[in-house]
C-alpha cells in the first residue's frame, strides 16, 4: 500500500493517493495502530476535499467517526458523523443519511441516553425504508428495541424485535436473526417471563452455532445458564456454564 501511495504521488494522481491513503488507513487501524490510522485517514479527507468528493468526504468522516466510537470517544464520535451527516445532506445522500442517523444513535446509546438515540432511529428508519434496504432496516430495529428495553417500553421493544426478527428471516441473515433473537430473550428475561427467554436464547444459540460464531455461542450458552439458575435448573445451569 505504500508502494501504492507513492506510485500516486509520483504520478500526481490525487484521486489515486485518496484511495491509497484510506486503504493505508483502514490497515493501521485494523492492526491497532490508532494514530496512524487518523493521521493516514486525515490526509485521505484533506483530498477528497480538495477533489470536492462530497461522497468520498462523507464516507471518510463516517469511517473517522467509527474508529473513535470503537476507541470510546463519543463526543469526536459524534462530531465526525455529524460532520457527515451535514455533507450527506448537502448532496441529497439519503441512504447515507440513514445509516448515519443510526450511527449517531448508537453514539447515544453508548452514552446511556435512550432517548436521544431513539429520536436519531426515528429519522433513520423512513430513509432506509426507501431504499428497500432490509439488512439495514433490521439493524436499526434492533438497535431502536434495545433503546425501548432501556427505557423500560417492553411492549415497543418486543414489537420492534420481533419486525427484526421477522424480516431478517425473510432475507435469510442470520447474524440479524440471532440478534434480534438475543433481544428477545432480554426483554422477556427482563419482564420475568423466564421459559418465552430461555426460548429464545436457544434459537438464537443455535443460529449462532450454525455461523460457527463461537464467541457469541458462549455469551448464548452463559445467559441460558443465568436463566436456569432463575428457574431454580442448577444442574442445566451448570451444563450451560460449561459449555460456554
Do not use: C
Amino acid at each position: 500500500l505504500k508502494q501504492s501511495l507513492a506510485e500516486a504521488r509520483r504520478l500526481g494522481n490525487e484521486d489515486g493517493e485518496a484511495v491509497a491513503l484510506n486503504n493505508l488507513a483502514l490497515v493501521y487501524r485494523d492492526i491497532g495502530q490508532s494514530q496512524q490510522a487518523f493521521d493516514a485517514m486525515e490526509q485521505a479527507l484533506s483530498k477528497r476535499r480538495a477533489l470536492k468528493d462530497e461522497a468520498g468526504v462523507a464516507d471518510l468522516l463516517r469511517e473517522l467517526g467509527g474508529i473513535y466510537q470503537g476507541l470510546g470517544d463519543y463526543d469526536r464520535a459524534e462530531s465526525y458523523f455529524s460532520q457527515a451527516l451535514d455533507t450527506q445532506k448537502q448532496f441529497g445522500d439519503e441512504h447515507g443519511q440513514a445509516l448515519t442517523h443510526n450511527s449517531l444513535g448508537v453514539v447515544q446509546m453508548n452514552r446511556h441516553e435512550a432517548e436521544a438515540a431513539l429520536r436519531e432511529f426515528d429519522q433513520a428508519l423512513p430513509l432506509i425504508q426507501k431504499f428497500d434496504d432490509r439488512r439495514g432496516e433490521v439493524t436499526i430495529r434492533s438497535n431502536m428495541a434495545n433503546a425501548y428495553l432501556d427505557t423500560d417500553r417492553l411492549e415497543d421493544a418486543v414489537a420492534a424485535f420481533n419486525r427484526s426478527l421477522s424480516l431478517a428471516r425473510q432475507m435469510h441473515y442470520l447474524d440479524g436473526e440471532a440478534l434480534a433473537l438475543h433481544g428477545l430473550g432480554s426483554v422477556y428475561e427482563r419482564s420475568q417471563d423466564l421459559d418465552r427467554a430461555l426460548d429464545s436464547y436457544r434459537q438464537g444459540l443455535k443460529v449462532w452455532h450454525d455461523l460457527h460464531a463461537v464467541e457469541s455461542e458462549a455469551k448464548a450458552h452463559a445467559l441460558i445458564a443465568k436463566v436456569e439458575r432463575k428457574q431454580g435448573n442448577i444442574e442445566g445451569a451448570k451444563a450451560d456454564v460449561e459449555e460456554s
